[in-house]
T-cell receptor
Framework: DAGVIQSPRHEVTEMGQEVTLRCKPISGHDYLFWYRQTMMRGLELLIY????????DSGMPEDRFSAKMPNASFSTLKIQPSEPRDSAVYFC???????????FGPGTRLTVT | GENVEQHPSTLSVQEGDSAVIKCTYSDSASNYFPWYKQELGKRPQLIIDIRSNVGEKKDQRIAVTLNKTAKHFSLHITETQPEDSAVYFCAARKYNNNDMRFGAGTRLTVKP
């Protein structure tokens, strides 16, 4: 298994632009999580899905952030418009219903200038 | 909601010594406590976890202890090696809730 796949690995964009981050969970996993990691705030859960349905989005910082999971093998996290304070590493993770372990993807390092 | 505190924020030990990282949690309903290791520029990776029905778990040089009454759990690394140098995160979650809360992390440096 290839593990959780994220793209792009690095993204540099200008303030005001739309950013889309992508994630492919491990096949067979029915939970998908989006996290943001910064030095100041550590690892924060933004949103998670179960069977493609958003369950808890209380961690999404603002309306500029949105996430979708159109099918079991793909999810996107979109920021529109982006701001410099959105600069962070964004991780996607997945897990299966009968196990607690979450497996993280390699992350997307986002820089907004 | 759950609040997880982790100490110390940085820890430096000599190769071969032991390292201990401690975490406390606030929600008594939490029952799953994983530890993740994150090397520089890499993803967090699960190294050991413990559930509330167990007080201690060991895997080679790594052990985790849990005190449910006091709501704290600890990671113990014995015979540390330079490759143990990384940031370690503790976390806590409840059985019926996938909202896992992470501690702020501990940067462990093992000096050769």
């Amino acid at each position: 298994d290839a593990g959780v796949i994220q793209s792009p690995r690095h993204e540099v964009t200008e303030m005001g632009q739309e950013v889309t981050l992508r994630c492919k969970p491990i096949s067979g996993h029915d939970y998908l999580f989006w996290y943001r990691q910064t030095m100041m705030r550590g690892l924060e859960l933004l949103i998670y899905f179960n069977n493609n349905v958003p369950i808890d989005d209380s961690g999404m910082p603002e309306d500029r952030f949105s996430a979708k999971m159109p099918n079991a093998s793909f999810s996107t996290l979109k920021i529109q418009p982006s701001e410099p304070r959105d600069s962070a590493v964004y991780f996607c993770a997945s897990s299966s219903d009968n196990k607690y372990e979450q497996y993280f993807g390699p992350g997307t390092r986002l820089t907004v200038t | 909601g759950e609040n997880v505190e982790q100490h110390p924020s940085t820890l430096s030990v000599q190769e071969g010594d032991s390292a201990v990282i401690k975490c406390t949690y606030s929600d008594s309903a939490s029952n799953y406590f994983p530890w993740y290791k994150q090397e520089l520029g890499k993803r967090p990776q699960l190294i050991i976890d413990i559930r509330s029905n167990v007080g201690e778990k060991k895997d080679q040089r790594i052990a985790v202890t849990l005190n449910k009454t006091a709501k704290h759990f600890s990671l113990h690394i014995t015979e540390t090696q330079p490759e143990d140098s990384a940031v370690y995160f503790c976390a806590a979650r409840k059985y019926n809730n996938n909202d896992m809360r992470f501690g702020a992390g501990t940067r462990l440096t093992v000096k050769p």
